[in-house]
């Protein structure tokens, strides 16, 4: 019988084999790459960002984020600067978080008048401004506002080492998202806001430097204002968007109470801060109308202060406290927002204001307390002024926390998904807080009055933007920090890497 003695050929097994080798290489390739793409689709699609800078520098502000994701149509942003200005950087760095914020509807080109001359000419030409400008340009769907680097940018103007050197001033705060989100709020609304001041009852004139902060952060919301007479009008202005009364001091008449009281019955909007030194009975029954009745007592407390007597010693005394301090509660977010369990000072006489909840029902009114003041002060109903130490009296006083601001809403459905028109008030009982001299004390009242004129404008979605803070970062080092530095970097760190490499060598020799 014949012996086979075949056997597989040896060339033909290597080829195989090489095969085999080839196509697992293959597959591991594009099994790699499809894992790479996945990522990098998953990631795309998925996109988040942190800001880890110091004191969160280029976050923006939910105002912002808002505004930007909302966009109707693309904007386009050019930067003309000169690369030399001190915030060039900052605003470079800050419309680069624009453009992720925005899901590509915000477009931003950097323009450097001295490298690209031709481009300079081109957008010189087109928007009609100087060369030696440093300016931002915001175009949307053919309407342009132009942000000057002046409006981004606080310098400390007593500063003086750069006086003496020579040098530009110091840089304080960066105010660009404040200045370029107002910009672009003016150039995306259909229709701008037009609020008047009510005149002719002791009120501030809206040209004075009382209100000269307000007016401005005011009008940064893409809000025009005007001074309005009742006595000398048949009705509010059809375009008014809302009423401010700035702490009246005498009463209106019956004929401007009832111009008042219809223009709110019509879907109006009101912005009322009371003096409490003022007599305005009509005023405060129109409030009382519509359940929030202002009580005509001071928010005051007692405290033990260092005074000097006749003799000049240095002793404790009585003294009142008639600047009340107060938290914005949790449950005002949807009006006051991230203000929302923030603490504020009030500046001056004071008045509690009470919440009529059977009103509100009866009447379909939706009243929030907005500030509440802390409990160590309380409604002092008969104050006599700073000659007589007041004293609570719990059968007369309303004992803290009480109410000092408050939102009614009147016409609003029980569902809050369904949106109607409704007629909005916020009162305070204080007019000094939002003063410039008020403001001073308490920068708060800065963004509870731009929340609340927002909220009233149908704008919950906008909140007030706060500036940029330039705070030097040091580097407080003690000889005990230092010692331990020195052995990390000197010991330690070495050490390490000595022990590793060690540790590799025997492995290798073993």
């Known amino acids: 019988m014949a012996q086979d003695n075949s056997s597989p050929n040896p060339a033909s097994s290597g080829k195989i084999k090489r095969l085999q080798i ?172 037009k609020v008047y001041f009510v005149a002719g009852h002791g009120e501030p004139d809206l040209k004075s430097p009382a209100v000269a902060t307000f007016k401005a952060y005011t009008e940064r919301q893409n809000v025009k204002l005007d001074t309005l007479k009742l006595n000398e009008v048949d009705k509010v202005p059809e375009d008014a968007s809302a009423l401010v009364i700035f702490g009246a001091r005498a009463d209106f008449s019956e004929r401007e109470t009832q111009l008042v009281s219809e223009y709110f019955s019509k879907n109006g909007r009101l912005f009322v801060l009371l003096d409490p030194d003022g007599q305005t009975p009509r005023l405060n029954t129109f409030l009382l109308s519509h359940g929030i009745t202002p009580t005509n007592d001071r928010v005051i407390r007692t405290a033990r202060v260092p005074a000097r007597d006749e003799n000049q010693q240095l002793s404790l005394v009585t003294a009142v406290l008639l600047s009340p301090s107060g938290t914005i509660p949790e449950r005002s977010r949807p009006i006051t927002k991230d203000l929302a369990g923030v603490d504020t000072a009030m500046l001056g006489a004071t008045q509690s204001l009470q919440i009529d909840q059977a009103r509100a029902q009866t009447e379909n009114l939706r009243i929030l307390p907005l500030i509440e003041s802390s409990k160590a002060f309380w409604g002092e109903t008969e104050y006599k002024g700073a000659k007589e130490t007041p004293f609570f009296d719990p059968k007369k006083d309303p004992q803290g926390p009480v109410t000092i601001a408050a939102a009614v809403e009147k016409g609003a459905l029980a569902d809050a998904r369904v949106k109607v028109e409704t007629s909005r008030l916020i009162a305070v009982g204080n007019a000094g807080w939002l003063t410039d001299e008020g403001l001073r004390q308490a920068e708060v009242g800065v963004d509870f009055a731009v929340n609340s004129l927002n909220w009233l404008l149908n704008r919950e979605q906008l909140i007030g933007i706060p500036p940029k803070t330039k705070e030097p970062v040091r580097l407080d080092l003690n000889e005990s920090k230092l010692s331990k530095l020195a052995f990390t970097v000197i010991v330690l760190i070495p050490g390490i890497v000595a022990a590793l490499g060690l540790g590799v060598w025997l492995v290798r020799r073993s």
């Open 22 to 193: 080839g196509l697992n290489v293959f597959t591991q390739v594009l099994i790699v790459v499809a894992l790479v793409g996945m990522i990098n689709f998953i990631g795309f699609r998925q996109f988040k960002r942190w800001d880890l800078s110091h004191n969160h520098k280029y976050a923006l502000s939910s105002m912002t984020s808002n505004l930007l994701g909302n966009l109707q149509k693309p904007v386009k942003a050019i930067v003309f600067f000169n690369p030399g200005i001190a915030i060039a950087g900052d605003v470079n760095q800050l419309l680069r978080e624009y453009e992720f914020a925005s899901k590509k509807k915000f477009e931003v080109e950097m323009v450097n008048p001295y490298s690209n001359i031709v481009r300079a000419k081109e957008l010189a030409t087109q928007y009609k401004f100087g060369s030696q400008d440093n300016i931002v340009i915001l175009d949307y769907n053919g309407r342009t506002k132009f942000v000057n680097a002046d409006a981004m940018a606080e310098f400390d103007r007593m500063d003086q080492m750069a006086m003496m050197s020579g040098q530009p001033p110091r840089l304080k705060a960066f105010k660009g998202e404040e200045a370029i989100t107002s910009a672009l709020l003016e150039i995306t609304e259909d229709r701008q806001n």
